[in-house]
């Protein structure tokens, strides 16, 4: 559709239905990244022998998704946001053939290979929320963001809980232990590939860019301003809130493993459920309270979240219900936080600039997540879970104490 041709009511219809196909590919997506999250740190302990190297497999997930993020980025920018995210399915697709196959025949840098493209699949998830906001005027950005990474909770909660009859499943079929959950994964990631594929059509960031390069009433969905300084704190906040949720949360599986051995999965997949609620499910009232409230104070409302869910793991970590709760309250100030700086970034960044802008956010999010969940299983065989917890504290005083930042060069 030519530049020309499109109104105001055009854009807004767009914007309307690339909400709702990015939502749902959210739904199937999830499934698979809820499952990794959940067996990554098993997978990587049983098959290395090792538990100090649990951390590798979360750190793969990251690095999987660091090296990618800039490349799908440009890609974007180059030729649209469908042509990334399905290429991002892709990947993750062959990482999960990969990670079974690794499972398989018990190559513990096999696995790791397979994980590190399942996390350039999750670079392109990534990339949704950002596509959500391509179109949507400055009132309602939060809110499509928010909505977008809503869509999260049902697969994200789904692959976890999943685990259990997962192993059922693929001991019928024949598959290697603690993959079952990933047969799936692989039918819901096909599925987002056919969907973006076929549905993201007219696509967000091309008819943005067909905005910004005009000049009338249209481009009220489009950022005019450059606030570097305000960007750099966006993807700060961004960064350092995801290293505090992916360190503490990749160990979780681990610690829980020796409080409750005999009853593992169902223990591990219970928590990471609900912590991936509370990662995705509120994610429409930080939006709104974004959009309302103002970015700055709903990313320092999520460092507040954090802080209560480390103090939390830190005074009990012995308590299985301590760690449920700590895991919840973790995902709900990683949503405030993540949603917010991602609403603040793209309003701080000229449209021509966003794609190269958000890639460098997801790279610099992801690559310090992968040294910090390393760092993590370290940490854990040294000090313990209370003692992770302490140490991720001092990142969410840096988030809070740099926040005046955030509204630099309005």
Partial sequence: ????TLTSGDVESIQRRTVRVLAAGQVLGGIAFGATVSLGALLAADISGQEALSGLATASVTLGAAVCAIPLARLAGR?????????GNLFALIGIAVVITAAAVREFPLLLIGVVLVGA????NLQSRFAATDLAPSERRGRALGTVVWATTVGGVLGPLMLTPGEALGAVIGMPPLTGAYAFSIVAQFAALI?????????????????ARGADARREHIVESDRP????????A?????VVMASVMAMTPIHLAHLAPDHVTLIVGTTIALHVFGMYGLSPVFGVLADRWGRTSTIVLGQGLLA??????????TSQWAVLVALFLLGVGWSAATVAGAALLTESTLTVMRPRRQGLSDTIMTSSAAVGAVCAGIILSQIGYGGLALVALVVVVAVTVLSPYARSGR
């Avoid at 961004?238 to 995801?242: P, T």
């Avoid at 103090?311 to 970590?317: D, I, K």
């Fill in 121 to 124: 699949g999750n670079a392109g």
């Fill in 1 to 4: 559709m030519p530049d020309a």
């Fill in 195 to 211: 969907l973006y594929l076929v549905a993201l059509r007219p696509d967000p960031l091309l008819i943005a860019q067909q905005l």
């Fill in 229 to 236: 300084v305000t960007a750099r704190y966006a993807i700060f």
């Fill in 238 to 242: 961004v960064s350092g809130s995801h």
């Fill in 79 to 87: 030729r649209g946001r469908r042509l990334a995210l399905t290429l």
């Fill in 308 to 317: 209560a869910s480390l103090l939390t793991a830190a005074l009990a970590p």
